[in-house]
T-cell receptor, first 109, second 116 residues
Framework: GQNIDQPTEMTATEGAIVQINCTYQ??????LFWYQQHAGEAPTFLSY??LDGLEEKGRFSSFLSRSKGYSYLLLKELQMKDSASYLC??????????WGAGTKLIIKP | GAVVSQHPSWVICKSGTSVKIECRSL??????MFWYRQFPKQSLMLMAT?????????EQGVEKDKFLINHASLTLSTLTVTSAHPEDSSFYIC????????????FGQGTRLTVV
């Protein structure tokens, strides 16, 4: 079966760095996405990785290893507004999105 | 978690025809549904937000007459791409939310539309 695993909840301190991991087993691979979702709001796109390596966008970076079925989202210089759920999703060979359950990130002052 | 089913998963249509995409919430009542479009290697773009029983709210730059959204029941919303053209080829995804406030939105599987 197809499966995406990510931690349910993480806690970090304002100003620190946090890494949210995602492992996947899917039928084919056409890219991995990370989304941010604040409570009560629509999810917003953060990153897309289709090749191995690190993609950096300001305070956010995303890493992919296709051979390991593994990705992580790295958030630096954490701010209180980064408190949200972070969703990992993989597009399979049929171009369907397989979603993880999301990681709720709690930022403490 | 809650399940949102989107159909079809992929569709190929001829230029000038219309295509309807359905989004269903299977185990909850979706008071709000969101429709997104995503071009290859680009971000997911919100097209419109629809609340059951009322007209959809479209994002700037999205043509209301071209992308018809109907949210007639608490479990079903449809997006109809009218008079499709090759430039409408994209990945369309819906998400649904029950209640308001702090409730999460759950995504459908997405629909890949190819207009030839």
């Amino acid at each position: 079966g197809q499966n995406i695993d990510q931690p349910t909840e993480m806690t970090a301190t304002e100003g620190a760095i946090v890494q949210i991991n995602c492992t996947y087993q899917t039928s084919g691979f056409n890219g991995l996405f990370w989304y941010q979702q604040h409570a009560g709001e629509a999810p917003t796109f953060l990153s897309y990785n289709v090749l191995d390596g690190l993609e950096e966008k300001g305070r956010f970076s995303s890493f992919l290893s296709r051979s390991k079925g593994y990705s992580y989202l790295l958030l630096k210089e954490l701010q209180m507004k980064d408190s949200a759920s972070y969703l990992c999703a993989v597009m399979d060979s049929n171009y369907q999105l397989i979603w993880g359950a999301g990681t709720k990130l709690i930022i403490k002052p | 978690g809650a399940v949102v089913s989107q159909h079809p998963s992929w569709v190929i249509c001829k230029s000038g025809t219309s295509v309807k995409i359905e989004c269903r919430s299977l185990d909850f009542q979706a008071t709000t549904m969101f429709w997104y479009r995503q071009f290859p290697k680009q971000s997911l773009m919100l097209m419109a937000t629809s609340n059951e029983g009322s007209k959809a709210t479209y994002e700037q730059g999205v043509e209301k007459d071209k992308f018809l959204i109907n949210h007639a029941s608490l479990t079903l919303s449809t997006l109809t791409v009218t008079s499709a053209h090759p430039e409408d080829s994209s990945f369309y995804i819906c998400s649904a939310r029950d209640g308001g406030g702090d409730t999460e939105a759950f995504f459908g599987q997405g629909t890949r539309l190819t207009v030839v």
